[in-house]
């Protein structure tokens, strides 16, 4: 392969640039005996064969069939009335279709009818959010994120902390250097949703428009928006009480 030019279209699209010299890297990427690959409807047809049941992709992110579309709120007629009524199968065998991008198939899979039932996000009440603790994800955890959060705080700029984990995301997530400042104290240890209510409080006391006192109801809303939008990609974790 490094002898052929480097517009030659196998070479272009298919080889590696980056040279090594281990022969299983290239047996296991190149020339794996038997990888025919598998689709969508296959992966769901072994695991109905194996009594197993379909959890989650592992990059479920990266999956999302409504993400391919100019206007995810304005998808063609047909599509926006179907789609909510398909099974996941069908929509990652869509995905796929449109979008055959992904090299590997990564998926989460469990024994049928051993999921925990758990009350999602969305359907959660003001009380389940008052008493929620929130975790911070271990691999921000780090002296280095805490540093860097406080530069962005000094520095008044937004805090981009999808840099740190970019894998949920296909583009950058930014929080706003002051709002970030709420989520300081998890760095230390887990927190209840009130506490950092109290402290935005405390951070950004006055509306900046009319200068008058922020309520604890809109601190709490903005807290809890902040929340949603970080657990929505794992960079806080929400447990709520028993």
Known sequence: MNALKNEVLLKARNW??????????????????????YTIPEVFAALRAADLEFVSMVGWRHWDVTDLFQDSENLPAFLAMSLPEISVENRLHMFELLHPVHRLIDFWCGHPNQAQSFVPLSEWTDSDWQAAQVYLHPQLKTPQVREDLLNCIASQKPFIVSSYIPLPTQVPIAIESMLAACL???????????????????????HPDTLELVSQETAFEEVKELLSMLEAFLYVLLERAA
């Open 184 to 206: 300081l104290p998890l760095w230390e240890e887990a927190q209840p949703v009130n506490s950092l209510v109290e402290l935005w409080l405390k951070l950004r006391p006055l």
């Open 16 to 37: 590696n640039s980056n040279p090594t010299d281990k022969d299983e890297w290239i047996f296991m990427n190149y020339l794996l005996q038997g990888d025919k690959g």
